[in-house]
């Protein structure tokens, strides 16, 4: 069984789904701590036709420095929604605009306080729209997991593997820089990197831009294409 796993980002980039799509079980680990500017509550579209970006953000409501993504809480007081959709405007002209946008109104219809559960929301609604089997567990409601042996920044995707008696852990390039393969190895579970062969597709921008919002790649897009990105990648 191949295991994957990240933090619940916000309308993550297409990499995130290929590794959901490539694996057999995801967990969404939502009890690290959150870190402020990072993907948990915002992300990159097109700002204009000339190849600016812009964040779209949920905002939140403020938490204590070390608090765990898990009991972050979104900031429903503020019309969020409506200024995300209008950010979108931008895109009208995109061949999936209309259907896209569809999918984003039954996405934001989720009514929690919570960005965690609002993110694992939006990431099975993309999913099902494509076609993916979203197979995941939420670490903090795994019960009976011995933590005590997470000591490295690597040892809670093995422990999680040895967990769920996973032949194969499966990683973005980022790690890495800390994922230990020998470890992985002397466990009897294979470590992979999953590297992404990202093609360039046609916006109303000269220049494209990589690593935006997967709201960019649906918008220009059709499912088809979209599941080949998904599957142009290599493993190492």
Not at 69 to 75: A, E, G, P, Q, R
Not at 110 to 119: A, K, W
Not at 198 to 205: D, R
Request: hydrophobic fraction near 40%; proline fraction near 4%.
């Amino acid at each position: 069984m191949k295991l994957g796993g990240m933090q619940p980002y916000f309308f993550p980039y297409i990499g995130y789904f290929s590794l959901i799509k490539h694996t057999d079980l995801w967990i969404v680990v939502d009890n690290v701590q959150f870190i402020s500017r990072g993907w948990i509550n915002r992300n990159r579209i097109l700002k204009n036709k000339v190849g600016e970006i812009i964040y779209i953000n949920v905002p939140l409501k403020k938490f204590p420095h070390k608090t765990p993504i898990k009991n972050v809480l979104i900031d429903n007081e503020k019309n969020w929604k409506d200024k995300i959709l209008n950010q979108l405007v931008i895109y009208s002209k995109a061949p999936y605009y209309k259907e896209i946008t569809s999918l984003l109104n039954k996405i934001f219809d989720f009514e929690t306080l919570s960005i965690s559960e609002f993110n694992i929301h939006s990431l099975k609604l993309i999913c099902n729209y494509l076609g993916i089997d979203f197979n995941y567990v939420i670490f903090s409601n795994i019960k009976n997991f011995d933590t005590s042996k997470i000591k490295e920044p690597d040892d809670w995707a093995l422990e999680a593997c040895k967990f769920f008696k996973a032949t194969e852990y499966v990683n973005p390039p980022g790690g890495k820089s800390f994922y230990n393969r020998e470890k992985y190895l002397k466990n009897n579970i294979k470590l992979t990197f999953l590297n992404s062969n990202f093609k360039e597709y046609k916006t109303f921008s000269p220049n494209f831009i990589s690593g935006l919002s997967i709201i960019d790649v649906m918008f220009w897009n059709s499912k088809e294409e979209i599941l080949n990105i998904l599957d142009n990648y290599t493993l190492d």
